[in-house]
């Protein structure tokens, strides 16, 4: 695989070590072809940091034009989404796309469009449908380890200050005087639309698609446009209630807290405090027995990649979820947002 990467931030950096790692273990032949980024800074930050060699581009059309590649990880602001993975497509390139899709649905169905049109490999890069801790719920709920699925809670918080990702924080070289997720004309909404894609995500794998929602927004980081503040009701196919939370503030000091906790009729599953490991509570098990050892949400970025780049390289084969799939968590977000500027609940098509 010839990959170029497109955005080179944070998230770009988790993404490149995760590659290292199957290059490392499983001898996957990936090479880097081209490094581009608005910031030649930025970029020449990632290349030194990874010892990549490399070309370096600010204009992604020159990279179509000056470097033999057949895939590309985009890792671009939201609304770079759509301009990125359509010339990519167009151009017979294979495309492992960051979280959301697009700024908006109206991007992301003609980012679909272009996908199918062209018939190279589209995935989604939404990490959790491949974090072990997840799955292994997953594979509990269907063998009835806590009987029937109650209710589920989700929840995440972060603070800026000790962010890991390229997220809120400006990236060395930016002249940007408001990094581009505060921008909500650039990232399309807020927290939930976000980062909340990876809690909403799990629930979905466990309970089904959601049907409608109630939603309360707050504004808790003065220098965030979207909502930094997200709190909802969300009702499942399955006939399932869950609760979903996420905060994002400037430098709160959080408690420990555990991000997910699944109740059914005879027990409940913890994911545990930072993402790692799983505790089932059931009548065998009532002080609790951990099921799964820590993995955490960081593995799942070798999982992920390791999908896509069997997708790429076996015809015909599928990623374990479609990229239409992924819509979900866009239509969640944005009906979450309706239901706080309507004061009411809002059904999901």
């Known amino acids: 695989m010839k990959l170029a990467i497109a955005g080179c931030g944070r998230i770009a950096s988790v993404h490149y070590e995760a590659i290292e790692q199957l290059i490392q273990d499983k001898n996957y032949n990936v090479s880097i072809s081209a490094l581009i980024d608005i910031s030649e ?3 020449k930050h990632f290349q030194q940091k990874h010892q990549i060699d490399s070309k370096i581009f600010t204009d992604f059309e020159d990279a179509l034009n000056q470097v033999e ?9 939201h609304d770079f989404h759509e301009t990125l993975a359509i010339r990519s497509f167009e151009n017979g390139k294979h495309v492992l796309l960051e979280k959301p899709m697009a700024h908006d649905l109206n991007s992301a169905l003609k980012i679909l469009k272009h996908s199918k049109s062209s018939g ?26 806590i009987g029937e699925i109650i209710t589920v ?42 980062g909340g894609a ?18 309360k927004f707050g504004y808790p980081h003065p220098a965030m446009e979207g909502e930094s503040l997200s709190q909802a009701i969300l009702e499942f196919d399955q006939n399932v209630t869950g609760i979903f939370e996420g905060i994002l503030t400037e430098v709160t000091n959080f408690s420990p807290e555990t991000p997910f906790r699944v109740t059914g009729t005879s027990g409940e599953l913890v994911i545990g405090v930072g993402g790692f490991g799983v505790t089932l509570f059931n009548q065998e098990f009532p002080e609790g027995k951990k099921v799964l050892e820590d ?13 896509f780049y069997q997708c790429v390289k076996t015809p015909g084969r599928q990623p374990v979820a479609s990229a239409e799939f992924s819509l979900g968590e866009m239509k969640t977000a944005f009906a979450m947002e309706r239901s706080d500027q309507e004061g009411k609940w809002i059904e999901i098509e």
């Open 69 to 77: 590649f057949d895939s590309v990880l985009i890792c671009a602001p």
């Open 198 to 215: 990876h809690w909403i995500r799990p629930m979905r794998i466990w309970c089904g698609n959601v049907s409608k929602t109630m939603a």
């Open 120 to 145: 190279k490999v589209f995935m989604i890069a939404e990490n959790s449908q491949y974090w072990p801790e997840v799955n292994c719920v997953h594979d509990l709920l269907q063998k009835k380890a």
């Open 41 to 43: 800074i930025n970029a």
């Open 153 to 194: 809670r989700a929840s995440f918080r972060q603070n800026t200050s000790s962010d890991i990702f390229d997220s809120y924080n400006l990236l060395p070289g930016d002249q940007l005087d408001k990094a581009w997720r505060f921008d909500k004309k650039s990232s399309g909404g807020g927290i939930t639309l976000d």
């Open 295 to 307: 993995h955490g949400y960081i593995s799942s970025f070798r999982h992920q990649f390791d999908d």
